[in-house]
Nanobody, 127 residues
Framework: QGQLVESGGGLVQPGGSLRLSCAAS????????VGWFRQAPGKEREGFSC?????????WQSPSVKGRFIISRDNANNTVYLQMNSLKPEDTAIYYC???????????????????WGQGTQVTVSS
């Protein structure tokens, strides 16, 4: 059974950076589309980034993070990274990575399109 584990969250000042990691076991991430979601208190889970991996290597990002967040892969270590730059207080949320066997083209996808989920990591942007 596939498992994902996120790490790298924490407290950062506005304008700062963090790098989140999503390490997989039991599945090969390079053959899965990988998405990043976040959920702020009182709000729905929001998908903001997706990379299709070996299915085309295409990346989709929502306007809220485009130009600030970068998704990358380390296939040798079965890990996906999310580099977050120029962080804003509104980026505060629990961040989740997810993997999909069925997504061929990334885009604004429902959480139901992903079969594997990490446990989440808290990111707080505050001075």
């Amino acid at each position: 059974q596939g498992q994902l584990v996120e790490s790298g969250g924490g407290l950062v000042q506005p304008g700062g950076s963090l790098r989140l990691s999503c390490a997989a076991s039991g599945i090969t991430l390079s053959s899965h589309a990988v998405g990043w979601f976040r959920q702020a208190p009182g709000k729905e889970r929001e998908g903001f980034s997706c990379n299709s991996g070996s299915r085309g290597s295409a990346t989709w990002q929502s306007p809220s993070v485009k130009g600030r967040f970068i998704i990358s892969r380390d296939n040798a270590n079965n890990t996906v990274y999310l580099q977050m730059n120029s962080l804003k207080p509104e980026d505060t949320a629990i961040y989740y990575c997810a993997a999909s066997e069925t997504i061929l083209v990334c885009g604004s996808r429902s959480p139901h399109d992903y079969q594997y989920w990490g446990q989440g990591t808290q990111v707080t942007v505050s001075s």
